[in-house]
Each structure stands twice: as C-alpha cells, then as structure tokens.
C-alpha cells in the first residue's frame, strides 16, 4: 500500500459515466439553437434579456446559499443556469430588465430555495417565474415585439401579437378563422421562427432539434413530449373538425405558442415529473388536455404554463399512485 | 341594503350558535376521564421527552407512575432525584434515590495516537460505517468518528472535537438520558456514576486483542497487561479478553491504577494536580544543588 | 433472439481482461488461514487442536447444523494456532490457521483425474457426498448445497438451472472453467438430474463468453435432456431470479425461491464440485479465483486452495501497482473492499480486482434530482430513491411496505444514479433494522 491510503467502501466499486452536470449541460446545448433564432429575430434584446436572467439566477442562487441558508454553494451544478435560460425564453423580448430580476428573485428565492434547494422543488422554477410576472405585470408580458429580421435596435416592444392571441381575440370578437388568416404567419414562418413571441417559443425547428438531441443522449424519455403534443393535436383536432372557423388547426396549435419548448424543456424537467414510466403518460395526458381546454375555452391565448404548474401539483400523488411493479407480483388493480 | 346585512348576520351568528352546540354535546359525549394527578405529575416532570425513562414521553411516564403501586424502579434521569422526590411525596408512594450518571465515551483513540490506514467513503454516519466495515484505523473497537451519538442528543451536551474525531460529553448538560448510547453502533458510550465534583476514573478503551496488536494499533490501547488488577486495594479492575474493566460501585477513586498503567489508558477527570508533582521538583533541585559542587 | 429479463438492468463494461487466460494452478502457499465461517448459515465447529497434524482433505471443522457445512484441510500440514484473523469486512474473526508440510507427496503432487462419466452412486449416497464434502454454493452466496437440493415433498422440481452467466465486469473464472471442464460439468449436471430427479436442465450463458457456448452447444450435442440457452449481455443477468425469468419466463414469486416455481439454480463451479465429490470423493478444497486490475502486470486465473492469504496472490501476479487506491473481494459491482491482504480466500471468493485512483473514488453526493434512473433499472421493481429516503429518515414501517427487503443489492441503482447518492448503503442499512424489527415482532 504505497503513498496514498486504501480506500474502503461499500459496493458497488464502479459508476457510470452519467452525472448531474453532464445532464445539465446537456440541455443547455439543447437549447442553443432556439437561442441562436432568437438572437436573429429579435436581435440585441434576446442576448441582453437571457443574460440577465441567467446571471441574476445565478447569482441569487449564490447568495441565498452562502449568506441566507449557509450551506454549500452549488451554483456551479448547472441548474440555475438553465433556469435562467428557460426563464428568459419564456418572457418578451421587450421586458424591462428589473422585471426580469424579479422574475429570477421568484424562481430561484421562492419556487426552488425555499423548498429545499435543488430536487426538493414542486413547481417548474423558470415557468412559475414567469406566471408570476404574467399575473403581476400583465400588460409588459403581453407586449411582444413584431418579429424583425435582423433587428439589431433596441427599440421599445412594438406591439405585435402571438398567433394564438391573435386568434383567440379574432374569434372572441366574431371573426372567423379564414378571415384571419391572413394576420397568422404561415406554418413555415411558424417552423422557422419568424413570428411574434416570447423568446424562446418561436422557432419549432429549432426546439425540436433540441429536443431531438435531448432524447439521443438519455436525457429525457419520449413518453412526455409525444404524449402532450399528441393530447392537445388530437383535442384541439377533434373541436377543429367539428367547427373549423371557430376552432384553428391543430397543426397551428402545435407549432405555435409555447406547445413545444413545454413538451420538451418544462414538463420534462426531472426534479418536477413523475418517476415512473406510466406516471409520465398520465402526466403529459393531463398536461395536454389542460392546455387544450384552456386554448380553446380559457380566457387566456396560451395554456402550457399553467397546464404544467397544475399537473405539477399533482406528481407526488402520481408517484404514490403509479409506482413501478414490483418482481414477483401480478398487478391486481391495486391502487394503493 | 339593511336587509341584506341583517340576512348575513343573522345566518352567521345561527351557524356560530349550531357549531358551539355541536361542540358542547361531542366534548360532553366523548369526554374521557383521565385522573387529574396524571397532569398535576406531568407538570413536575421536565417535559424533555426523552424516553431516558423508558417511556414514550413524559406523559406517558407521568401515567405510568400514577398507576403502578410500586413505583421504586421507576426514575426520570434528567429530572433526578428532586423531580422523583416532589412526585413521590405527592402521590404518597416510595422512590429509590438513584445517583447521578453521566456518559462516558471510553475511546481516547484520537488521529494522533490511532494512526488511519484506510480512508473510509461513504455515508457520514456511524450506524452505517460500522455496518461495512470495521473503520478507518486499525483498532475495530473503536469510535468511528461519524458522530450519531452527537446527532442523538437533544440537550446538546455533546459535540464532537475536530481535532482528535471523537466525541465529548459535557457532563454539565448531561442528564443521562441514554440516547447516545443507544446510538453508538459499537458501545462505546457508557453511563457511569457522576460523583461528588464530577470525579470519574475509567478504562478508555475497548480493544479486545492481544497486547501486541492493541499496541500497534493505538498508543492508549489497553493491553491486558493487569497491572492495574494488581495494584487495585479493592479488587474493583477485572481483565476479560485482554480488556481491563473499573467497577464503578467498587472503585473508591484512589487513581492507584492511573499512574500504573503503561499506556497511559486509563482516565481520571476533573482530579486537582497531584501534590507528588511538587516533592518531584524539590529532589530535582536537589540533585542540580549537588552536582555543580561536585566539579568544581 | 437473444433471452433476457425484461426489467431494468445495466451494461456495464465488461473488462474481461483475463478471459484468454488459461486457469493456472496457485504454487503451493506456506501458511493457510481457514475460516470457520464461509458460508451462510451457522459457523462450522472446530474439530481440531493446536499442534495437530491433519491430511489434505481431512475435516478440521465440521457442520453444527442444518444450515452449516463441514470444512476441509486443504492441505497437509500441522495446526499452528486457531486465532481470530482478520476478514473481508476488517472485523476478526474465528480460523484455523495450518502451516503447510512443504514435504507431503499430498500437497506436492497435483492428480489430473481423468474423466469419469459412469454414475455408480444412488442418489441418497449422492445427497450424502455432496453434504459431506462442503459443497456450497460458489457463485459468491456460499448457501450450502445440499440445503438447497434438499426439495420439500410439497414443491414440484421441473428444471435444473445452470448459472454459466458470470455477469459481473472482470471477472472470468466460472469463464475458464466452462471452457477448460465442460464435459465433467456437464457430467455432473447428469449427477444432479439424475439424483434430484428432474428431466430437463438449462445452462445459461452470457453473449460474451462465445467458446463457451460452442463448447457445451457440441458436448450436448446428443444430449436431449440438456440445452443451452444463449443470454443477452446485461447485469444482473446471474442473479437467480432474474435468470429464471429470462430462460423460462417465471417470475419467483416475491420473498418466495425458485423452488416455487419449480426451478433449482445451481453455478457451474459449484457443479464441478459435485462433479468431483461424487466421482472421487474430493471435497471442496480449491476454486478459480480471478486475479485482475487493469495495472496489474500479470492478471491471471488460478486454482486457488482455500485459506491462501489474498497477500500471496498478489504477490503472484507482480505486486500491488502504483496508485492502487482499492482492492475487491469478489466483483466490482458487489464485491467487498478490504482493508488488508492479509485477508483469506474463501470458498466464497470468485476474484480479487485492484483497482487504481482513476476509478477508486466515489463522486461527490448531490441532491437527488428525481430523475428516475434508479426506479428504471431495478431490476426488481423497487424505488431505490424512496427507500434510501425512507431509511434515513427512520420510517422503516413505511420502507418495508414498500418492499425493501425483496431488494438483492445488485448495485445498480447506485450505479447509473447521476448525484452519486449511496443508495444502497442506506438501502442495506434499513434492510438490517426492517429485518430486526420483523424478527422483534415474531
């Protein structure tokens, strides 16, 4: 036994290669795609935006660990720093920078600290920050900048709308669905990303690559994502068939709005979704019809948000309902 | 408008008239007897709810006493003999007066004289090390250093020193609860009398192997050597497996085995310095006084 | 398509290192340290004195039970003192430690026994051999053999299972020996079947170990009673339920054993064994033991006696590398690490593995980020993140209702798990107080 002691531990002796940062970073990758689009429609704001959230999330989380709770600081674990991204691809690019802060101050202060840190958290950090700031200063969140090619200025929101607001005005004032047609970009605009939006959600190709990297390196499994797009195309398609002015395509309501950048970065979320395979599918299941109801009879034009922080509620009671099966038994319907 | 608000006073002040009916009839049919001395002991039991008793609680204890006739083994360490006293007196029934204890931890093997030769990963607790492994030294008797005995104790009498990784009582707080010996996974803590001035003296060690082994292992290992059993005036030191043991009802704290033993692993605490200290210096200048006259 | 288990599982690198390696015999050790306790169930009885000459092969402690076993001499020598040595888990305990006569013809000599096919034993007399010459099980549970073919009247035997699957990384003895004796394994699965009795016996092996399979696919060619049954690649394939469910797809009821599907599982070093209990009375004296580490110069395999101090190995294969940080007894994935080679080879021992600082050290432990991982490679159903949770917080109530004692400790959960939580120290840490506590109870 030369130099340095033996080591002793209980087995296993071997680990995989798997760890926390290399998830972390992972979808930090993932999201670099949509925040290049970004940074191509909407210009100076989307880098300034993003960079505020992700530097006052990191540095909230900092000093409530070092000077608040006193314990070991881990800001270097990669998880704030996403949930400074995720906050910031989901606000204007026109918002204030104080509002941004205080959109972080409440992710990481409220939502993910003060219930324990990282893990202990309920509720999707980055989407409840921005709820909070929907609710509190409804008017900025709502303000969305028309979407410029090669918007380098830095002026003021312009006030453009989203597709789904749009639609969802149009039809409450009585116009059909054909006739505003011609306000709604194309569904290729709508892949690509040239339209009106929150930073993040605009581009569906790009979140969808993203989202493609993400399930080729295990970070997430497909059950999600597939099962919450499929639920709110098939719930908005069958009321689309049903009275196609009065109810939008389901292609217009997957690719628009934040269906996508949901599916595959928020309801994924590891610490806020089931453990279990059919946990997950009952998950996305409720997602998807919370949105679709909300898309398509709610007072509001987007549903994802707040689709995912209810069915987030109910996850530790889909752990304890949906546990896996254990060896040597034969499920007997057993809800407890 | 008036009506409205007279509507809405009347339905509240009815709903506030029904739920305290509903109390008053529930609290009178579900009334349980309990005797009043229950609470009135209750009361002069520290409410610490430690379990050192044996019960779950100082309620539960405090029922306990009521209703046993015999109540002569029954004791609150951490009240004392005080508590048991005013409690006997009231409900006109014997105790036995118990003297105090305190935890002992008989490992003395600190970093310095229990050399590692392992570096242990893991969980940070003992219940778990001492369940892989025998620890980080080479002794498998002694303190792991992980510090359950620490986390057990609710009246903060124990910290554990970072230096020498091993656990201190302070006796002051200490009320002998007995949680930390529960704790220890390997019997280390011990409750021993805590006599007149918190005078003590005890074997620090537990290592069971042959004197060689022990040695190399610790430098304050007890080695069985038994000098301590053969200077011992009251036959109080008994040696099983290489281990000497002090009985605590025998040993009168003459400290004879103390200056005797060659690993120096037996501890006496809170003595004055002996006054031999001061007739070693004398014969030391002495013997200085009388060899400089020598040479010249 | 190959058979498998279908819940959970890992694929750890194999590291098979010492696969081509033909089994060498161990020189002959001077001292032999014999613990009276290698296997589970009650510690054998000494029967023996200091200063005793004993044989090879002679009981130097004998079964003390139902679930015990007798202990053998493995080699001739005289007893020099019966003391407290220390083992696998750094405590010490009880061994007979015999200085070997380095003159005996016994021990000198080595007899190759030619291959002996005829069955001239009845099957009581089999039991009786089996019991006799301290067979247990060599997988690594050391479960006295003849405790477990000893089949209740109530249970129906169908098939002889024959664990050939040696899924843990590195390791590669019951390999060699596959390749190395499989016409006297094969003939003692004849044996079992014949003495149990059961009309049907599947050997499984793993994907990797391809000569393997060739082999036994070409000695059984004629045999219509034994099959080989080719095993995907993945741990903890070995384990026996999960082998059981992967070739006959029965699923051994929870806290219930093969037997309750009609099922026996036997290692195919422990049918060797068997094989030479039965065909020449030699009782369980030597294994195969797999010496290896990715530093080590010589990584080998070896017949090993019982009792050789593990330091005596190590010497043999080039000494301990630099920047060795552990030392393993057994498998990387369940194996123990000791703390010193002074440590015995026990009839439990498959392999020792030295592994250096790259690899030794665990990460550090994080949060846990509820990502499922563990919950989807249990290969036994279980929620490792919930049970350690529940040990460590003291609700064993709750942790045995949630089933932690069906866990069998593969590893794998703490192996995939990203924050580098200690799951299974804390799942084996409550399994031990929901076990005491259930005892209490009774």
Known sequence: MKNLPIIVSASPHIHSEKSLKKIMYDVVIALVPAFLVSLYVFGIRAFIVTSVAIISCLLFEYLIQKYLLHTKVTISDGSALITGILLAFNLPSGLSIWM?????????????????????????????GRVFLLISFPVQ???????????????DAVSGATTLGIIKEGVMYGDTITSLSSKIPSTMDMLLGVTGGSLGEISALALLIGGAYLLYRQVISWH?????LATIGIMTGIFWLINPEHYANPLIHLLSGGAILGAFFMATDLVTSPMTKKGMIVFALGIGIITAVIRLFGAYPEGVSFAILIMNAFVPLINHFFKPRRFGTVIKSKIM | MTVSVLYSVLLLVSLGIIAAVVLFVVSKKFYVYENPLIAEVEEML??????????????????????TEDISDLFCPVGGNDVMKLVASTLGKEVAEKDPTVAVVRCQGSCEVRRKTTEYQGPRTCAISAMIYS????????????????????????????????PVVITDKCTSCGACVEACPKDIIEMRPKNKRDLKVFVGCLNEDKAG?????????????????????????????????????????????VSVCPTHSIIETNFPPKKEKIVIKKTEANVKSVKPQKNA | MLKTFSKGGIHPSGNKIT???????????????????????????IIVEVKEKVKKGQIIAKSSGFVSTNIHSPVAGTVTKLDKIIDSRGYKKQCIVIRTDLKDVSNLEEIEYALKEEITLTPKEIFQRISDSGIVGLGGATFPSHVKLSVKEDKKLECLVINGVECEPYLTADHRLMIEK???????????????PVNKAIIGIENDKKNAIQSFLSVTKNEKNIDVAVLKVKYPQGSEKQLVKALLKREVPKNGLPLDVGVVVHNVGTIFAIYQAVQYNIPLMERVVTVTGKKLENPSNYWVKIGTPIKDLIKEVGGIPEGTRKLVNGGPMMGKAIKSTDVPITKGTSGILVISEDEASRGEQQNCIRCGKCVYVCPMGLEPYLLMNLSEKGMYEKAFSEDILTCIECGSCSYVCPSNRPLLDFIRFGKEIVKNLQNAKK
């Open chain 1, 100 to 128: 941004v802060v205080v959109g972080s101050l409440f992710a990481i202060g409220v939502v993910k600290m003060s219930f324990g840190g990282l893990g202990f958290n309920i509720f999707n950090p980055a989407l409840a």
């Open chain 1, 141 to 155: 969140m709502t303000m969305w900048p028309t979407a410029v090619v090669n918007n380098t200025t830095m002026v």
């Open chain 1, 224 to 228: 999600i994502p597939i099962i919450m």
């Open chain 2, 46 to 67: 520290p409410s610490a709810n430690c379990g050192g008793c044996g019960s779950p609680g100082c309620k539960a204890f405090a029922e306990k006493l009521v209703n």
């Open chain 2, 135 to 166: 620890g980080e030294t080479d002794c498998q008797y002694g303190c792991l250093g992980d510090g359950d005995c620490v986390a057990a104790c609710k009246f903060d009498a124990m910290y554990m020193n970072e230096e020498t990784e091993l």
């Open chain 2, 213 to 257: 082994i022990a040695k190399k292992a610790c430098d304050v290992a007890c080695i069985g050597c038994s000098k301590c059993q053969d200077v011992c005036p009251k036959d109080a030191i008994s040696i099983v497996n290489n281990l000497a043991y002090i009985d605590p009802v025998l040993c009168t704290l003459c400290r004879k085995c």
């Open chain 3, 19 to 45: 696969s081509t390696k033909e089994i060498k015999r161990f020189p002959l050790p001077k001292v032999v340290v014999v613990p009276i306790s290698q296997h589970i169930g009650i510690p054998s009885e």
């Open chain 3, 182 to 196: 499989t016409r006297e394994i094969v003939v003692g699965i004849k044996i079992l079947m014949y003495a149990l």
